[in-house]
Antibody, heavy 118, light 108 residues
Framework: QVHLVQSGADVKKPGASVKVSCKASGYTFTNYALHWVRQAPGQRLEWMGWISVGNDNTKYSQKFQGRVTITRDTSASTAYMELSSLRSEDTAVYYC???????????WGQGTLVTVSS | EIVLTQSPGTLSLSLGERATLSCRASQSVSSSFLAWYQQKPGQAPRLLIYGASSRATGIPDRFSGSGSGTDFTLTISRLEPEDFAVYYCQQYGSSPWTFGQGTKVEIK
C-alpha cells in the first residue's frame, strides 16, 4: 500500500534553513505529484507548493516564493522541501501529500514538526 | 486566491445525530474541485470527499458531500464515536490551493 514517510522533528534557530524529506513507497513515484502543506499550532492547513515528480516542474505559493525549494530524487523515491530564512512564525507541522492529475491529496505523510526558536 | 469560509466553527452533537458542515468559497470553485478532509489530534488529514460529492476509497457511506459553485456541504448522517474530529474543506481547482479554517465536531 501507499506510504509517505517523513523525516523526524527538527529545531532550528531564526535565520537558518530546514530540509524535510518525504520517502514514498507502494506506487510508481514518477506518476504523481507531491505537495507540501503546513499547519502552525491552532491554525488552518496552508498549501506551500508542489513538484511534478515525473518532469521536475515546481510551483510555489506566492507567500513562500523565494524561501521554499521543493526537489526530488527519483532514484530514492524521495521528495524534499527546504525552507530558508526561518522565523518563529514558521514553527509548524509540515506534511507532504500525494496528488494525481486533477485529484486532491489522497495520501499524506505523518508530518514533521519544525520548531524555530532562539 | 479563493478564500474558503467554514461554518459553524464548532458543532456539538450527540452520537447518532446528523452533522451538517458548510463551506463557502469567495469565488466559484472550478469543476467542483472541492475536497473534504478529517483530522484527528496528532494525525495527518484524511481524504473523505473529492469532486464535491465522491467518497474516497474506504470512506463509509454515512459521509456525503454536495454543492457546486461557491456553496458546499459535508453531511455525516449518523455520528459514530470515531467521527468526532476537525473537518476541513479544500479547493484544488486553482492555484494557490486553499483550505477552510475547519469545523470541529465535538461530543455534546
Amino acid at each position: 500500500q501507499v506510504h509517505l514517510v517523513q523525516s523526524g522533528a527538527d529545531v532550528k534557530k531564526p535565520g537558518a534553513s530546514v530540509k524535510v524529506s518525504c520517502k514514498a513507497s507502494g506506487y510508481t513515484f514518477t506518476n504523481y505529484a507531491l505537495h507540501w502543506v503546513r499547519q502552525a499550532p491552532g491554525q488552518r492547513l496552508e498549501w506551500m507548493g508542489w513538484i511534478s515528480v515525473g518532469n521536475d516542474n515546481t510551483k510555489y505559493s506566492q507567500k513562500f516564493q523565494g524561501r521554499v525549494t521543493i526537489t526530488r530524487d527519483t532514484s530514492a523515491s524521495t521528495a524534499y522541501m527546504e525552507l530558508s530564512s526561518l522565523r518563529s512564525e514558521d514553527t509548524a507541522v509540515y506534511y507532504c501529500a500525494r496528488v494525481g492529475l486533477g485529484e486532491p491529496m489522497d495520501y499524506w505523510g505523518q508530518g514533521t514538526l519544525v520548531t524555530v526558536s532562539s | 486566491e479563493i478564500v474558503l469560509t467554514q461554518s459553524p466553527g464548532t458543532l456539538s452533537l450527540s452520537l447518532g445525530e446528523r452533522a451538517t458542515l458548510s463551506c463557502r468559497a469567495s469565488q466559484s470553485v472550478s469543476s467542483s474541485f472541492l475536497a473534504w478532509y478529517q483530522q484527528k489530534p496528532g494525525q495527518a488529514p484524511r481524504l473523505l470527499i473529492y469532486g464535491a460529492s465522491s467518497r474516497a476509497t474506504g470512506i463509509p457511506d454515512r459521509f456525503s458531500g454536495s454543492g457546486s459553485g461557491t456553496d458546499f456541504t459535508l453531511t455525516i448522517s449518523r455520528l459514530e464515536p470515531e467521527d468526532f474530529a476537525v473537518y476541513y474543506c479544500q479547493q484544488y481547482g486553482s492555484s494557490p490551493w486553499t483550505f477552510g479554517q475547519g469545523t470541529k465536531v465535538e461530543i455534546k
